[in-house]
């Protein structure tokens, strides 16, 4: 099986290796926080903080991280998306 590296320069080869890395550890941080937290997802969280079932602290901390984790594995995917678009597209 070749690998998706074999067809890429090695400067963007190491971009990707980057963006899949950082796309992977931002989902397996953001799932053991809200893990910690005892959510499933960060709407969960918060409602369980309004609803008083969670101590604002360190819970809102939790919903905090576990939004800027989901919004930074949001944009290394779509980064990702852009380069593999950018080096198909040649």
Known sequence: MNSI???LSPDTAAEVQQLARLIY?????RRAVLAAAGASDPAQLIERIAAGELAEHP???HYLAARILAD???AAR???AQRLQE???R
């Open 78 to 80: 779509q980064a990702m």
């Open 87 to 89: 080096v198909n597209g």
């Open 5 to 7: 590296y074999d067809a």
């Open 59 to 61: 819970a809102y901390e």
């Open 72 to 74: 930074t594995h949001q």
């Open 25 to 29: 550890e931002t989902r397996e941080n």
